[in-house]
């Protein structure tokens, strides 16, 4: 990686501003899932030990675009859904130690308790996007947030792809400028599959949406995966794009110039690119007793694929068989609802299967993260990713604001 790292810096008795990703679902107060939360400790402890002083920033959900749209709606708005001071909480349980709160993230009293800190002290300040300056990139609002520290560092791989003020305009303001220890192993792990990946190099993306996943595609063509596996609802725009018959399933129309472009690239290229080639199916007047797996060319018109089959299970599991770097994002279906998670928790076997027998295997996104959880193999994958939209945007070769607003090594 070619930025500096916190490790870089002397922070003792330094104010250090730290960055992180603490959006989590949080229900009645309660946190839901704390991976994230637990994904900053590294860097967190590193400062603490250091004998800095700890501020810590994040973003929760949208609330100034909640509110807005639940006063259209007529809605009440409720602020405190919005709340990191549950974090805090959560954080001082897994650290053992207190993290003390303050109810905003910038002005006078947020000054007055970072004032009052002690080398090893931690405080986590209220949710960044309370304040419109923090997605507009605010110039007022990133000096503000930057008087309140010595030293920046952004361990938020997960927002890296959005120039926010507390991601990039604070460093106008605030320097040194370094990256967390996530920030370093997200960039480490993703770099080696972007710069010089170990081949044989497999990518595997599903998920519902082609037009999101386009650059990426694009992005591993031009740099010679060795197969391309495509599963997921965005399979069917290729094979509508093909001229199959695909029912009801899910299909980008608009994508399938795309779609077909793509698969003439991948020729060319070299790179063998393959879809399913059966699939599980409900009848669309039936969904409840119809479940099949069909070849896809047996698809008719009242039928909808919700997952990939089991010769698909089987020939994509052979491709992975001796793969050296793995990359996947995105479910083979609609892997929420059982039994048609079947697939995608097939493939997580395999690509834990593979990391076993030498491969490194990188997966990103959150539906894929999920189905490792829940085929039980996350332990087995060489890299989890935090980042969803940031991990697409870094594989499609595209700067992410958030890593290049950092200091050089
Ligand atoms: P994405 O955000 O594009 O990665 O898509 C993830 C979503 O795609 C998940 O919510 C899945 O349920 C959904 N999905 C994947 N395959 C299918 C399918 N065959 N039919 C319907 N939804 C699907």
Redesign the pocket.
């Known amino acids: 990686m070619n930025k500096k790292t916190i490790r870089d810096v002397d922070i003792k008795g330094k104010r250090v501003f730290i960055r992180v990703d603490f959006n989590v679902p949080i229900k009645n107060g309660r946190i839901e899932d704390d991976t994230r939360i637990v994904a900053s400790l590294p860097t967190i402890k590193h400062a603490i030990s250091s004998g800095a002083k700890v501020i810590l920033a994040s973003h929760l959900g949208r609330p100034l675009k909640d509110k807005k749209k639940a006063e259209e709606k007529g809605e009440e708005f409720n602020p405190k859904k919005y709340s990191l001071e549950p974090v805090a909480a959560r954080l001082s349980e897994l650290l053992g130690k207190e993290v003390a709160f303050a109810e905003d993230c910038i002005g006078e009293k947020v000054l007055q308790k970072v004032d009052a800190m002690k080398e090893g002290d931690v405080l986590l300040l209220e949710n960044l996007r309370f304040h419109a300056g923090e997605e507009k990139n605010d110039e007022g609002f990133a000096a503000e947030l930057a008087k309140l520290a010595d030293v920046y560092v952004n361990d938020a791989f997960g927002a890296a792809h959005r120039a926010h003020a507390s991601t990039a305009g604070i460093t106008k303001f605030l320097q040194p400028a370094v990256a967390g220890l996530l920030m370093e192993k997200e960039l480490t792990y993703l770099s080696r599959v972007l710069d010089n990946p170990e081949r044989p190099f497999v990518a595997i993306l599903?998920?519902?949406?082609?037009s999101?996943?386009i650059p990426v595609i694009e992005s591993l063509i031009d740099r010679k995966v060795d197969k391309l596996l495509i599963?997921?609802?965005?399979?069917?725009t290729f094979f509508k794009a093909q001229g199959f018959t695909v029912g009801k399933?899910?299909v980008e129309d608009n994508m399938m110039p795309k779609a077909l472009e793509i698969m003439d690239k991948a020729e060319r290229s070299g790179v063998k690119l393959l879809l399913p080639t059966d699939?599980q199916v409900v009848d669309s007047y039936d969904p409840l007793h119809s479940r099949r797996t069909i070849p896809i060319e047996f698809t008719n018109v009242g039928l909808?694929?919700?997952?990939?089959g089991t010769e698909t299970v089987a020939v994509f599991s052979k491709e992975l068989e001796g793969a050296k770097t793995i990359f996947w994002?995105?479910?083979?279906?609609?892997?929420?609802?059982k039994p048609?998670d079947e697939g995608?928790v097939a493939i997580a076997k395999a690509v834990a299967e593979a990391t076993e027998k030498g491969a490194i295997s990188i997966v990103g996104?959150?539906?894929?993260v999920a189905a490792v959880n829940q085929a039980g193999v996350a332990d087995k994958i060489s890299h989890i990713s935090t980042g969803?939209g940031a991990t697409l945007e870094f594989l499609a070769g595209e700067v992410l604001p958030g890593v290049e607003a950092l200091n050089d090594a």
């Not at 994002?329 to 609802?337: A, K, R």
Request: proline letters at 3%; a negative charge.
């Open positions: 599903g998920g519902a949406k082609v999101d996943k599963g997921g609802a965005m399979a069917y399933s899910l699939h909808v694929g919700l997952d990939i994002n995105g479910p083979m279906g609609m892997f929420e609802e048609f995608t996104g959150g539906d894929s969803g």
